[in-house]
């Protein structure tokens, strides 16, 4: 598992220099909680993209994602995210969301309406899971949009072989599921 992780994941962080917007793709809160939703596990790219406006690595960020539920509720994702930036002081003027997309290829569809109104000029960080930046990346430059990719989110750090490689771990099974869903995502989106 851990070296088929090293070679799908896209592990490579940008050099510092500024960009005009951080697009962080949804996937890391949901519907409940006290004040309408919650963060899950993988609310590292709510993180990183609070750090990268914190440093003035971007001057903006959207956050892109509605509800991909099967049979959706009124919670959107990126409305909610919205008030949690806000709590961090981030300013009104400074956030875009896009609320719309109940996937990927939506999140890359509906993002690049909105840049495109909002004239910010490219590129763009894309922050998302390692996991899911091949085809994320994939799926954004084929809408026409310019982006670096900003991973984070790692499934696992290490690529070594430890004793406990050689036991079985249920965990190692949730992992593959993620895997086999960007892979298939990747091939049916690549032929498309």
């Given amino acids: 598992m851990n070296a088929f992780q090293h070679v ?3 592990r490579q962080q940008v050099n ?10 949804g996937g890391f809160s949901g519907d409940g909680g006290e004040d309408g939703g919650h963060f899950t596990e993988a609310s590292d790219r709510f993180i990183q993209g609070v750090k990268l406006m914190d440093t003035r690595q971007v001057s903006h960020i959207l956050i892109s994602g509605g509800n991909g539920m099967l049979t959706p509720g009124s919670f959107r994702e990126a409305a909610y995210v919205k008030t949690q ?4 002081n981030i300013p009104d003027s400074l956030i875009l969301i896009e609320s719309n997309s109940k996937n990927t290829v939506e999140n890359a569809k509906f993002t690049k309406a909105i840049l ?5 000029p490219p590129p763009y960080l894309l922050v998302t899971s390692g996991f899911h930046m091949r085809r994320s990346l994939m799926l954004f430059r084929h809408a026409g949009l310019q982006v670096d990719p900003y991973p984070c989110h790692f499934l696992t750090f290490s690529t070594h072989l430890v004793i406990g490689s050689f036991f079985p771990d ?3 099974l949730a992992k593959w599921e993620f895997y086999i869903k960007e892979v298939i995502g990747y091939a049916v989106n690549y032929f498309k």
């Fill in 85 to 88: 930036l806000k709590k961090f």
């Fill in 16 to 25: 510092h220099k500024k960009y005009s917007c951080a697009i962080v793709l």
């Fill in 170 to 172: 249920v965990n190692v």
């Fill in 8 to 10: 799908w994941d896209i």
């Fill in 116 to 120: 495109d109104r909002t004239h910010l």
